[in-house]
């Protein structure tokens, strides 16, 4: 069994996953796959060191099938097929008004807990979410992401019939614009990498590139002057950050879905001239991993075309070598332990 470490540096080392037996409460997890998100990667880059100790069990986005059951588990079986909700919720506090997903004291597995890119992995059982039958795996480690975007959408309570701007096409940004369309809504992206633009367009997302267009201009346009009901910022750019208040109109709302570690410039006149609110989104609740996996379930969600490629964990530390290389890729995932699929990549995205 294998666990993929990060050892600070730009380094991933390939060692031994400990299998480790179920306390009351908890469940040992055989892991299919792990997906790598932008959070993995800024854990490579060195910019979380502060806050992960060395060396550390990375990944967070994780399907897996349940191995073992400790004391006391009656919500789940041995032999079933799950994603994960990687939350440890601590003890609850005052200041925290019931919302634990955002807790003073919530621990997050992958950064401040080992996670879930290894071959077997004991978690608490309140974490897992029974995928459907017939949802494969590989598609089950995209659960997470998909509960982020979700997420964020009913935070931004998108109705049937609004225009939203997403600013940003990574894979968030990406699955905040699918979801917000399966919600009924209009979607334009702005994306300055044109690979993910043209990605976007294919899959029937609108899409405009802020490098090469007057962005208010044309959404003027094409909104006939009514301009965004809801912006998605997801670039976590200072640009993006200038330009979100510019799209919304009277009593719009302005979702912050990236994160931005230093102060960026806004234009705070416009949130008291038009009414705009500004909402904070992060991570997600149990009812959006469980609205997740109903809308893969149904299909309404592109997953296959999401996935660009999949890796055994012996090759981790050339895959995020790679992602670092490709600004081009969507989703990349892990295979931590059970073969128990076929994967084919998938011609949209051109691998």
């Not at 600013?167 to 994306?191: D, H, Q, S």
């Not at 416009?270 to 149904?298: H, N, P, T």
Request: hydrophobic content about 40%; some cysteine.
């Amino acid at each position: 069994m294998k666990a993929a470490n990060y050892q600070g540096g730009k380094q991933i080392e390939v060692g031994e996953s400990a299998s480790i037996p179920p306390r009351p409460g908890e469940v040992r997890l055989d892991v299919a796959y792990c997906g790598i998100c932008g959070t993995d990667m800024h854990i490579y880059h060195g910019h979380m060191d502060q806050r992960v100790s060395l060396p550390q069990t990375i990944g967070h986005e994780v399907s897996a099938v349940v191995a073992e059951l400790g004391e006391g588990v009656v919500t789940a079986q041995v032999g079933d097929k799950v994603a994960v909700r990687p939350l440890l919720f601590g003890e609850a506090a005052s200041i925290d008004k019931g919302f634990s997903h955002v807790g003073k004291n919530m621990k997050f597995f992958g950064i401040d807990r080992p996670g879930g890119m290894q071959s077997s992995w004991t978690v608490p059982a309140y974490m897992l979410h029974k995928l459907p039958e017939g949802m494969s795996l590989s598609h089950g480690a995209l659960v997470e992401p998909a509960a982020v975007a979700v997420h964020d959408v009913r935070l931004g309570k998108v109705k049937f019939g609004e225009t939203c701007v997403v600013i940003g096409g990574g894979p968030i940004g990406l699955l905040v614009a699918l979801v917000a369309k399966v919600k009924g809504a209009r979607v334009i992206l702005l994306e300055v990498n044109e690979s993910r633009l043209s990605f976007a367009k294919e899959l029937g997302v609108e899409g405009i590139n802020p490098l090469t267009q007057n962005v208010v201009e044309v959404v003027s346009e094409m909104t006939n002057g009514d301009m965004a009901d809801c912006v998605f910022e997801v670039s976590g750019s200072g640009p993006g950050a200038e330009l979100m208040t510019e799209l919304p109109n009277v009593r719009g709302r302005i979702v912050m879905v990236a994160i931005h570690p230093e102060p960026r410039s806004v234009d705070l006149f416009k949130f008291f001239w038009s009414e705009i609110q500004l909402i904070g989104v992060r991570l997600y609740e149990e009812c959006d991993f469980d609205e997740a996996i109903e809308l893969m379930g149904e299909g309404k969600l592109p997953i296959d075309s999401l996935i660009t490629e999949i890796a055994p964990i012996e090759e981790v530390q050339a895959t995020f070598e790679k992602i670092d290389a490709n600004p081009d890729g969507i989703k990349y995932l892990i295979q931590c332990g059970r073969e128990t699929e076929v994967w084919w990549p998938n011609e949209i995205v051109g691998i």
